[in-house]
């Protein structure tokens, strides 16, 4: 048993609260081996240097920690052997721990990514104890219909399909920050735009017959468009993720375009990880009724620095607009930390500010619930 | 009466130094109800979503937190109690107390904005007890020239005006970032493109028989020439705002070429605000001798983060480029907790500094009194 | 004698640590007056406001607090004081103290910039008692070769000449972003292309018989990829320096590009300084395996803030990807404080997160030998 096994968010002002993770994907269900594990806990798409490991950085460092105590491990205990015993308990065993300690109540799960590698929406969320709502990707959408369509009935097949797909879910994700960046022109594109851009794209022949990708602004542009008129939240993928992006071109301020043609529809449009931009967000969340903003993915990834990161976001963030999300995919070590680093960082934050007068502890408690869960309550329409 | 009324800056080494507010705006003499005071309480142009307050934001829990005290209520009392205290004791009452609590020795007001519904130079230092002089808007001369000129006579007509509006003032305000961003070619145009410009815009029917909204970057360059050649301080909108902008537009890094082609005339350029570019700011500040920078209105819209925002301003910004100010417009509140916040962040980072052995406390006095009053007075050419 | 002379790293995990700096240059070996050693000490090219100083700084208030002991003065000690002593002790015995007193046990040195008035590689590594190997810099050395090139020669020319300079040096260093900036086209020049921009370079003369400089970026790419073929670490210049660049074309972000297209060569790329675009670079070291980070030059002019800037470093980049350098240059004083205030930011940093409980005293330990010496070693093929 380990020496010191507490949750690092124990006795802040979050600990305990029920989250709602609004933003999150699931987790693999089989045995992974030391690349696997270290393939998941790097935005990077490939291996590091020789003779060195993605555990040493804070998240790897993090997982160390604060995960070791739940699979019976010492705190920092070694990577091997905390490989070694991820092996040994299994990967419904671990699955099950980590989750079921990471508190969630509620779980929006965006299933247009490696959904069949990763457990679903209901597995995810039976695994954490909570419920599980789906997250329906635009692109993913796109590209399944794909296969079926043509360019004059593009547009057609696909606010058919995600109207379908919609039924059920919470809300929407857009990539549009990885396939051509958020500095599209935001107008809806014209008709014939339309069927010249789905025509060059349908085109274009897929590796090995699978769907090309979908990377044409004017397409990405219709798909956001279309999703608008269903009137469910939009989360956007903003700032930080793999190599696949240009961060540059993932500022949440290129969205700002998009944000005033949007404002009067009202929709929610909500900011996803924003890291480094997170500061930049928060204006956005500030200024536009309709955006909401969160740090998920960069919790996990700073590690010991989150509570830095946190606190920087709610700098001019409205307290009605932040949310909380882990961005957790694949390994449920992402879901659990995801959640206690939050809690951990909002409630070191709220304390110095309590303690140095500036906030009642009242207002911390109030401001923690609406960030931790009323806040996604309101805004995807979520039992609370 | 409060329990602990207590400004926040007290006991630190900037308490009770007299500020020079090196950019400000005057207040309303008139009731807020509650939709006109949460209105003034953000940069948002609409209000938040429904169930929803701008008081639960930094500022909002600093207003009831600091200025509360100062209303005879208890810290952090109820926003509707404050918003009924505020009625209760009637508007000339409520700027009186607050503005007479900033300890604001000299003021430099901007009245190219709104001048209509807010107190004058005079009136507003009257009510702060110190001393107000005129920062006039070139864009609001401009605006105001259009109604008498012609597309050739433009140049002359707005160099006589600006003159004239110059003769008292303190200095000059560009709102370039609001109207077409930083990222204007920094030569100044030539005669021909000038007029073509103007005719532009004079051709152009404003709404309702108003002015049409000077936004076009040959003029707004050509403003800024006209001002340079007045000799006197020219401010810059940088860095956040409302809506109307475009925030990655408004990089203070984007005036670099303007800087370079104005370093010789040796005109001191003043960027305000600069948030969340604040360390860019900072940049300029060091290596062009011309160029002085401040985090107006981020201190009390960041409320409990201001003094990270201070400190990170200070960073690369020589001691002797730094300036306090606090953006306050229509709410005295924000004249009042633009100072109190500003002595705090700057004090408690002092604090630190000195207590890592890092600065001594003779240098922290030093500087606190340039940055309160001294860089501005030598800038500005004020009795200090 | 000081009545407190202690190293602002004292007690710290990095205390004692022999380091390597992998970016610095030489010291000015000649007595300096005011207006020399004030330039020397800010990253302007012009002399501050009359009545002011670089002193009244970050850096400046460092060199008084920590180097001020290590000539015999007092803590704080007043800048004419600081001066006088320097002049007394003669500059010898001041690079010999500083430098001696930084604890560096190899040095990179880049011999590329003001070379004459520089102490070489090894002289400036006799004054610190450590081992000095060189960085050659390409665009210096492509303007030494086009004083006897010809347009369809200069790529061989150049090949050679580097080849040659190469043959003893640790790596390469690339100004690409002072002379053209980061957002170059990433791909290699086509021949003709290149010999095109040979030809308007070399047939532009230069200013007083000196050779034109070296600014076009078809040049300058193709430097880099001629560097690239032999394999040696390359630098770069991201983020803040002089006023002769633009900074917002420093972001190391826009590297991106040549980022993927260098990544399966794996030759790796040195990210230099990057304030205040660390963050950003942290997102580099993470994604791409050939990408390594620092924030020297900004630890000196941050000073007592150098802590904070350390930790948004430590954020995103994997702990096997961050190094020191001090960028110092010409003042000896630059290499103390570079070394010092980096093991009191690393250590601070360090100490608080195991504080924390999110680091084991050990893996600071070996975190801190990683980031201070054994990257370097492994990077740059160094004896460690």
């Not at 291996?47 to 105590?69: E, K, V, Y």
């Not at 990377?215 to 956007?236: C, M, S």
Request: with cysteine.
């Amino acid at each position: 048993m380990s020496t010191d096994p507490a949750d690092p968010a124990a006795g802040t002002v979050m600990d305990g609260l029920p989250l709602t993770d609004h933003h999150c994907h699931g987790v693999v269900g089989t045995a992974l081996d030391r690349d696997g594990f270290e393939a998941l806990a790097t935005e990077s798409n490939w291996p590091g240097p020789a003779g060195t490991s993605m555990f040493d950085s804070q998240l790897g460092f993090a997982i160390r920690r604060w995960c070791a105590p739940l699979l019976d491990l010492e705190p920092h205990a070694a990577a091997e052997d905390y490989l070694a015993r991820r092996l040994e308990l299994g990967p419904d065993a671990v699955n099950r721990r980590l989750l079921g300690a990471a508190g969630l109540g509620t779980l929006l799960v965006d299933t247009g990514y490696r959904a069949g590698e990763l457990t679903s929406p209901a597995q995810t969320a039976a695994l954490a104890g909570g419920i599980g709502r789906e997250i329906v990707r635009l692109e993913h959408v796109a590209e399944q219909v794909a296969a079926e369509t043509t360019p004059s009935s593009f547009g057609a097949d696909f606010a058919q399909a995600l109207g379908l797909a919609a039924r059920d879910a919470a809300g929407f994700k857009s990539v549009a920050a990885y396939r051509c960046g958020l500095d599209f022109d935001p107008s809806p594109p014209p008709a014939r735009e339309l069927e010249r851009a789905a025509a060059r794209w349908l085109g274009r022949p897929g590796s090995a017959g699978a769907v090309p990708r979908l990377a044409d602004p004017v397409l990405l542009r219709h798909l956001l468009w279309t999703a608008l008129e269903l009137g469910k939240p939009i989360q956007f993928h903003t700032g930080y993720g793999d190599a696949e992006l240009d961060l540059h071109r993932c500022n949440p301020l290129l969205l700002t375009g998009w944000l005033r043609a949007t404002r009067a529809a009202g929709v929610p449009m909500m900011l996803l990880h924003c890291y480094p931009y997170h500061r930049e967000a928060g204006y956005l969340a500030q200024v536009f009724p309709h955006v909401y903003v969160d740090v998920g993915l960069a919790v996990n990834h700073t590690g010991s620095r989150s509570p830095a990161v946190i606190a920087e976001l709610l700098e001019l963030t409205p307290f009605h607009k932040a949310l909380f999300s882990t961005d957790a995919i694949g390994l449920p070590e992402l879901h659990y930390l995801g959640a206690a680093l939050f809690r951990r960082g909002f409630g070191q934050a709220a304390e110095r500010w309590v303690d140095g007068g500036d906030w009642s502890v009242q207002d911390a408690r109030r401001v923690a619930s609406l960030i931790g869960c009323r806040n996604a309550a309101r805004v995807y329409g979520l039992e609370s």
